[in-house]
């Protein structure tokens, strides 16, 4: 479906024309309805409604093209499956009478949202640290997407788009859930279509579970025809993009039960508890010097600022130390610099 197009015309009110398409892979449409010379009256014109296969009752995305319109698009995500297109008069008393093109061009990607996915149940599932593509076509639509969390863990989430528009009364609404409780918001944010982005609060601390985000209109009585981009950022996922809030965080190593500080979220190792208040009747190990692994490609050092490594009596104390390359085939291998290996203070 790499820019197909077909030319056609209804010949009634109630001629009605159907169209079928199957996707063997994710990714996203762009439906575009056009003419070949706009004409005077806006009340007579198509409507173009994209249909799933598995449900021919409610429709995905709607295109509302008037005669007096060159041409008219819409573009959804959708996931693998058969889907419908269906193009009727835009008046039920007075239909179009010229030919109208309808054009479909299909891009595979796994980061579109895969509609339908208007309600939990069929949510988007959301992978950290990618940016997934979306759109609103009618003012009561709604995408739901779902990520999990295995362990507590800090949350940054964030809505963004790439050409932002003039209409500041239009928009989307992001709302986040837990799966425990659909009814009561945990969070919310609107990002208007002049904003480039808007953001959940940074660094959200929370538990181990499934939650659910929602976006929908801004506006009830109109909707942005722009995509929004959506992205879910976890810690412990490790994203070198992702920019922490310079807050203090503490982390629990999962073997010892050692509580260490943290100069950012961010800086505490995969696998750890982690929180935003300090724990209870315990003392901090000082860790300034905590900070992640960095490799330079100029000396093919990998700096380490902090491992534990247990002494003869069991006691676990850090070191830091540094690793060279030395190959890349069939894997990464590194060895010591022993000159580097020296107990942090």
Not at 201 to 228: D, E, F, H, K, W
Request: net charge negative; glycine share 6%.
């Amino acid at each position: 479906m790499g820019g197909k197009s077909v030319e056609k015309n209804l010949d009634s009110v109630a001629d009605v024309d159907f169209f079928k398409f199957s996707l063997r892979d994710p990714g996203n449409i762009v439906l575009e309805l056009s003419q070949k010379a706009p004409r005077t009256d806006s009340s007579i014109g198509w409507r173009v409604d994209l249909y799933s296969g598995k449900d021919l009752a409610h429709g995905i995305a709607t295109i509302l093209a008037p005669e007096t319109a060159l041409s008219s698009t819409v573009q959804q995500g959708l996931g693998k499956g058969d889907y419908y297109i269906k193009i009727s008069s835009l008046n039920p008393q007075n239909p179009a009478l010229t030919p109208y093109n309808l054009k479909a061009t299909f891009e595979k990607g796994d980061y579109f949202e895969k509609s339908p996915n208007q309600t939990p149940a069929n949510a988007t599932i959301a992978q950290f640290n990618q940016r997934y593509v979306g759109n609103l076509s009618y003012t009561s639509e709604v995408d739901y997407y779902r990520f999990s969390l295995t362990a507590d863990d800090l949350v940054s989430i964030k809505l963004n788009q790439d050409n932002p528009g003039v209409n500041s009364t239009l928009g989307w609404t992001l709302t986040l859930f837990s799966s425990q409780s659909l009814d009561v918001p945990l969070q919310s944010v609107n990002m208007t279509e002049t904003m480039t982005s808007a953001s959940l609060p940074a660094s959200l601390p929370l538990t181990a579970g499934v939650y659910y985000l929602r976006v929908n209109s801004l506006n009830p009585q109109g909707v942005s025809s722009n995509n929004y981009q959506l992205t879910v950022n976890a810690t412990s996922q490790g994203d070198p993009n992702m920019v922490c809030a310079e807050v203090i965080a503490y982390g629990q190593h999962p073997v010892t039960a050692r509580w260490v500080a943290f100069p950012t979220p961010c800086d505490i190792p995969v696998g750890w508890v982690s929180q935003l208040t300090p724990p209870e009747g315990v003392s901090l190990q000082a860790t300034a010097s905590m900070k992640r692994p960095r490799f330079a490609a100029e000396t093919s050092l990998l700096d380490i600022p902090a491992v534990e490594i247990p002494n003869a009596t069991g006691i676990i104390e850090v070191y830091q130390a540094q690793l060279r390359l030395i190959s890349t085939q069939p894997t990464y291998q590194f060895e010591l610099v022993p000159s580097s290996l020296a107990a942090v203070k």
